[in-house]
Structures are given as structure tokens and as C-alpha cells.
């Protein structure tokens, strides 16, 4: 009985030095501490619950045929798949090569400039 008489006499001395915040601050630890166990029990407890994204699948059919794109280049040469030239005939040459102009030329010429020193640094 004296231990306990002499621990609550440091408790009490304790409380008049410091004041009640450290023991409610203790308290609120406490409390949240069992709430941390229950709830992880409770967790444990219950059995996971199998989650599927989707109930069932159902295979895509499609119900109309496919449209080419509406554009100026649509009506005339577009193709649902084909097979590509190795060369170009000159009518295709015609149609989709430029030449490109000297500042084209200069302003890739400039690019490609930066990217070397970029990747190169200050290596000698």
C-alpha cells in the first residue's frame, strides 16, 4: 500500500507543477491508440469481399461498316489498309513531295546544331 500511497502523491505533485494538459494529452493517446487496435481487429475479422471490375463481358459486334474519315483527302485516296511501294511513282512524287526552302534547311540544319551540343556538352 505505500508504493501505490507514494505513486499517487508523485501524480498529484505531478498535476499541481505541470497542470492537467500532459494527462489529457496522455488520455487522448490512450484513446486513440484502442481505437486503432479495434478498428484492426474488426478489419482482420471480416473476410475480404472478391472484387470483380466488371460483372460480365460481351464481345464487341459491330453494326455498321467502316466510314472513312470526311476530309479532302478522304474521298480520293485513303484506303482501309494497303500495301506500301518501296519507291514512289512521280504522280505520288508530284502530289505529296516539297522542296524544302533554304530556311527550312538552315533551321534544321540549326536543330540539329543544339541537340549535338546539348548531348555533347562541353566535351572537347
Given at each position: 500500500?505505500?508504493?501505490?500511497?507514494?505513486?499517487?502523491?508523485?501524480v498529484?505533485?505531478?498535476?499541481?507543477?505541470?497542470g492537467?494538459?500532459?494527462?489529457?494529452?496522455?488520455?487522448?493517446?490512450?484513446?486513440?491508440?484502442?481505437?486503432?487496435v479495434v478498428?484492426?481487429?474488426?478489419?482482420?475479422?471480416?473476410?475480404?469481399?472478391?472484387?470483380?471490375?466488371?460483372?460480365?463481358t460481351?464481345?464487341?459486334?459491330?453494326?455498321?461498316d467502316?466510314?472513312?474519315?470526311?476530309?479532302?483527302?478522304?474521298?480520293?485516296?485513303?484506303?482501309?489498309?494497303?500495301?506500301?511501294?518501296?519507291?514512289?511513282?512521280?504522280?505520288?512524287?508530284?502530289?505529296?513531295?516539297?522542296?524544302?526552302?533554304?530556311k527550312?534547311?538552315d533551321e534544321?540544319?540549326?536543330?540539329n546544331?543544339?541537340?549535338?551540343s546539348?548531348?555533347?556538352?562541353?566535351?572537347?
Amino acid at each position: 500500500m505505500g508504493k501505490i500511497k507514494n505513486a499517487v502523491e508523485s501524480v498529484k505533485k505531478f498535476v499541481a507543477e505541470k497542470g492537467k494538459f500532459p494527462f489529457i494529452l496522455a488520455a487522448i493517446l490512450v484513446f486513440l491508440f484502442i481505437g486503432a487496435v479495434v478498428a484492426s481487429i474488426i478489419q482482420c475479422a471480416s473476410k475480404p469481399k472478391k472484387i470483380t471490375p466488371f460483372e460480365t463481358t460481351e464481345p464487341y459486334i459491330s453494326t455498321k461498316d467502316l466510314v472513312p474519315p470526311n476530309s479532302e483527302f478522304g474521298s480520293i485516296d485513303y484506303y482501309f489498309s494497303r500495301i506500301p511501294s518501296d519507291k514512289w511513282s512521280e504522280k505520288e512524287v508530284d502530289r505529296w513531295f516539297t522542296e524544302p526552302t533554304q530556311k527550312e534547311i538552315d533551321e534544321l540544319g540549326n536543330a540539329n546544331d543544339a541537340i549535338i551540343s546539348e548531348i555533347t556538352g562541353a566535351a572537347p
